[in-house]
């Protein structure tokens, strides 16, 4: 009887494909060693079969945070990019026209005294639009470019309202200056999402 068993507990193992044929005990071996193999591979199956499953999650659960890491950081990125391409274009159309107005700001046909300032001024500005556009192209590469835009958008502005405070300005520059300190919080928002999500990135 107890060969018996034993033979018709080989042919199981042997069908199931589990475990090497070494494993098994011999014809006139106890059954008890048998069981004993057995319950040791199978316990040796579950657990690996346990941590693939764990590996397979944490590996999903990790994907899914990177998507989703990646995902908020694209959306901060359209924004950044939105922010100072319309910033550049806006700074474009309103710069370039007044190499053709200088006798306008003068209020003269003989222009300004001291025009080399009235030029040097509109070069300069310019320029930051022209860096606006640069930065629209990759802000997450060129953010602390943002810092000095900053700058050149505040400066204006806070020296916009201080004259027209003083008497020393109209209100049409006046409205242009807040223009540029309304950018200017634009820029503050962009640069401070998009160094979250650069620190974001490199956590991961």
């Not at 590996?55 to 100072?84: E, L, P, Y």
């Not at 001291?114 to 802000?139: K, N, R, T």
Request: charged share 20%.
């Amino acid at each position: 009887m107890k060969r018996l068993l034993e033979k018709i507990m080989e042919r199981c193992f042997r069908l199931a494909g589990t475990f090497p044929a070494r494993h098994f005990p011999p014809r006139g071996g106890q059954v008890q060693i048998a069981e004993t193999v057995f319950a040791k591979k199978a316990g040796q199956v579950q657990s690996a079969r346990h941590g693939q499953r764990e590996r397979i999650f944490r590996r999903a659960n990790s994907r899914t945070i990177r998507q989703g890491a990646f995902d908020r950081t694209v959306v901060i990125m359209k924004f950044a990019r939105w922010t100072f391409l319309v910033a550049g274009i806006y700074g474009l159309l309103v710069l370039l026209p007044q190499y053709f107005l200088e006798t306008q700001v003068a209020g003269r046909p003989a222009g300004l005294e001291h025009p080399e300032f009235f030029y040097g001024f509109v070069g300069v500005a310019v320029a930051w639009q022209i860096a606006f556009l640069v930065i629209a192209l990759d802000p997450l590469r060129y953010r602390l470019i943002m810092l000095p835009a900053m700058v050149e958008k505040a400066s204006f502005g806070i020296a916009a309202i201080a004259l027209y405070a003083a008497g020393r300005l109209d209100a049409a520059t006046l409205v242009a200056g807040s223009i540029d300190l309304v950018i200017g919080l634009f820029f503050v928002v962009a640069f401070w999402r998009v160094s979250a999500a650069a620190r974001r990135l490199s956590e991961l």
